[in-house]
């Protein structure tokens, strides 16, 4: 009997070619190093500027921001009140400088006031009048705002303030509108002494 004969057995590598050992691997990590770089990176810069002070790095400083463009921000400056009625409302008036080289529209100015003495209490909130208003270049502007007194306050005065000859009112979350952009200013405003009627 003849030995039988067994075909050689083939493998088959599908899909893979072999020609220069580990070229593609080497590609494939040298991309991917590039990839991290470009996106770690920048991030690795900002945390490296700001060590000292990573809030920054998130939170710009707005009053150094103000102080190096102060001089284009517009002052606004407390002048007076005038009594309309002393039970229901006043008028608050300012003084408003244009300290830029163009012209702005103040479209408006947004406060509410409080009593000083009891300061959880709310007297009113307030309404530009005649607004907006156009201030020139280098020039200053009057403008005005009427507090009305809500319910409360005028009980609140009544009870508390009647006859009050020292009475103060403090102007909170002062808010400008100037050429369409909300500024708030931080500071809260003293308005008075008022003279309460008896």
Request: hydrophobic share 40%.
């Given at each position: ?34 990839s ?7 991030i ?26 102060g ?68 020039s ?34 002062v ?24």
């Amino acid at each position: 009997m003849l030995p039988s004969k067994t075909p050689p057995k083939v493998i088959k590598s599908e899909g893979k070619i072999r020609s220069g050992g580990g070229n593609c691997l080497n590609l494939g990590i040298i991309l991917a190093a590039i990839s991290i770089i470009i996106v770690v990176g920048p991030i690795f810069s900002a945390v490296i500027i700001y060590k000292d002070n990573l809030i920054a790095l998130i939170m710009p400083d707005i009053e150094g921001l103000t102080d190096k463009i102060g001089d284009y921000f517009p002052n606004v400056e407390y002048v007076g009140y005038e009594i309309i009625d002393p039970e229901s409302s006043f008028r608050v008036i300012f003084n408003v400088t244009n300290n830029s080289d163009e012209d702005f529209t103040i479209n408006t100015i947004n406060f509410s006031a409080y009593c000083s003495q009891h300061e959880e209490v709310l007297l009113g909130y307030s309404y530009g009048e005649d607004f907006p208003v156009t201030i020139s270049r280098g020039s200053s502007g009057i403008v005005s705002f009427h507090v009305t007194f809500t319910v409360q306050s005028q009980t609140h005065i009544e009870t508390l303030h009647r006859g009050d000859t020292d009475f103060h009112a403090t102007l909170k979350n002062v808010q400008v509108v100037v050429q369409g952009v909300e500024v708030e200013l931080g500071d809260e405003i003293d308005v008075g002494p008022i003279e309460i009627p008896p």
